[in-house]
């Protein structure tokens, strides 16, 4: 994800329903949509990855995104992010602060005093892997696609980097790469995977947070976990059919 620094009034930010990490952001605690659980029926027969976060476990750490970087040769500048943490504080006053630094690498410093603090918590993100993503519908040569494992992938020998898909993403997880010129994403550590290695991300998690696995597997970690818990997908309303899950998802969150 490409990260720079934006305020937004409420208006805007009903609007564009999407924040993005990087900057500080105020807004009001009104929410249009209310995050609903939405799995539907996986495809096929075969693997059928989906990921999980639990939110009551995240504590910010940020070393996701730092080994995630470092896996996958993202661009160290603070601008470009696979998967990042933010962290949410609601007010009293009923504002939303959105907060960060250098994608959740750098440490959070809570600069609101504590009696003015409803709530606070950290929110990690990532491609949510959809099963109808917009992002590989308007790609106009085929460099974005999903796998048979139903991850969005993107061919960057194919890319010509006209910046369709990330425009498309309704999440804000795609980015140009500065040295390469073409479109890079979480790929859940793709090239892992096929060598029977999880992903660099759940590898760094300490706490426990992260979870992924086979969504035909009913006794898979990802499918236990969502039995388990009350989770809900990003922005339902797109219907997308996010395969990125939160547990304690609060409205607040776009």
């Not at 898909?165 to 550590?189: E, M």
Request: aromatic share 10%; charged share 25%.
């Amino acid at each position: 994800m490409a990260i720079k620094k934006e305020n937004f009034s409420r208006r805007d930010f009903i609007k564009k329903s999407g924040l993005f990490a990087g900057g500080t952001v105020f807004l009001s605690a009104l929410s249009p949509y209310k995050a609903v659980f939405a799995l539907k029926k996986p495809k096929g027969k075969g693997k059928w990855y989906g990921i999980a976060i639990d939110i009551e476990k995240c504590i910010g750490c940020g070393n996701c995104a730092k080994a995630c970087k470092i896996e996958n040769n993202v661009s160290k500048e603070p601008f470009f992010f696979r998967n990042w943490v933010e962290q949410y504080t609601i007010t009293n006053e009923e504002e939303i602060i959105v907060k960060s630094p250098n994608g959740g690498i750098d440490p959070f410093k809570q600069e609101v005093p504590e009696e003015d603090i409803y709530k606070t918590f950290f929110v990690p993100k990532m491609c949510n892997h959809c099963a109808k993503s917009p992002c590989t519908q308007v790609c106009p040569v085929g460099a974005s696609f999903e796998s048979p494992e139903g991850l969005a992938l993107v061919d960057q020998s194919y890319c010509i980097g006209c910046g369709y898909c990330v425009q498309a993403c309704p999440y804000g997880c795609r980015f140009i790469d500065p040295a390469k010129g073409v479109v890079d994403k979480c790929t859940l550590c793709y090239h892992r995977l096929e060598q029977g290695l999880d992903p660099a991300c759940m590898m760094a998690c300490s706490t426990g947070a992260r979870i992924y696995g086979d969504l035909n597997d009913k006794d898979s970690a990802v499918s236990m976990f969502l039995k388990e818990n009350n989770c809900a997908v990003l922005k339902p309303q797109l219907n997308t059919e996010s395969k990125l899950f939160y547990n304690a998802l609060s409205q607040e969150v776009h």
